[in-house]
Structures are given as structure tokens and as C-alpha cells.
């Protein structure tokens, strides 16, 4: 099993910045893909970014250039700077792990923290 707990969300002004912090424990394979998808009311969750142990990183193509994602390995933890922040992203962010074994994929989900954003 996987636990994984985010922090870092809340209020912020269009065009300011949050990072968010997800750390992972438990059973984590050497092969994963960390990540975050977001919610926002009425809509389906989509993917924001994830980044593989390999490293491989993946952006949705509305937030490149304005979002990163990061890993701290050694802490199992995966991070998202959010810069440039827009209403639009205003949403709750999951951070979900994939562990990786041959063809399988075992996928974990946080409790997702919000972020909203102020116009």
C-alpha cells in the first residue's frame, strides 16, 4: 500500500505563485510516475504534470511555462511551483503514484488540497 499526503494549497491573488508538496510512503517501486491531476466543479479531473523515476516529465499545455514539477527521490516526495497563477487554475490538485511493474500500473491518490485563485 501507498499513502501519500499533500500540503501547500490555498488563496492566492491571479499572477501569484504556491508550491505544492506531496510525499509519499509505503510500498513505492523503482519504476513510478509522480504526478498531479486537478479538479475544478463540473469539470473531470485532467493531468497538470508528472515527472517518472526514468525522469520523463509531461505538462498539460496550459500550464507550460508557467508550472514544474520536481522529485526528491531520496524523500519519495514530488512537488508543483505554480507560477503566473490564473483564475482558471483554480481547482483541487491531486497527487496520485504509479507504481510501474512490467505492464501493470498500481495507482495511489492523494486526499487533494485547493488551490483557488483570486481574480
Known amino acids: 500500500q501507498v499513502q501519500l499526503v499533500e500540503s501547500g494549497g490555498g488563496l492566492v491573488q491571479a499572477g501569484g505563485s504556491l508550491r505544492l508538496s506531496c510525499a509519499a510512503s509505503?510500498?513505492?517501486?523503482?519504476?513510478?510516475?509522480m504526478g498531479w491531476y486537478r479538479q475544478a466543479p463540473g469539470k473531470q479531473r485532467e493531468l497538470v504534470a508528472s515527472?517518472?523515476?526514468?525522469?520523463?516529465?509531461v505538462y498539460a499545455d496550459s500550464v507550460k511555462g508557467r508550472f514544474i514539477i520536481s522529485r526528491d527521490n531520496a524523500k519519495n516526495t514530488v512537488f508543483l511551483q505554480m507560477n503566473s497563477l490564473k483564475s482558471e487554475d483554480t481547482a483541487v490538485y491531486y497527487c496520485?503514484?504509479?507504481?510501474?511493474?512490467?505492464?501493470?500500473?498500481?495507482?495511489?491518490w492523494g486526499q487533494g488540497t485547493q488551490v483557488t485563485v483570486s481574480s
Open positions: 496520485k503514484l504509479g507504481n510501474v511493474r512490467g505492464l501493470r500500473v498500481d495507482d495511489y
Open positions: 509505503g510500498t513505492i517501486f523503482s519504476i513510478n510516475v
Open positions: 515527472m517518472s523515476s526514468t525522469p520523463n516529465t
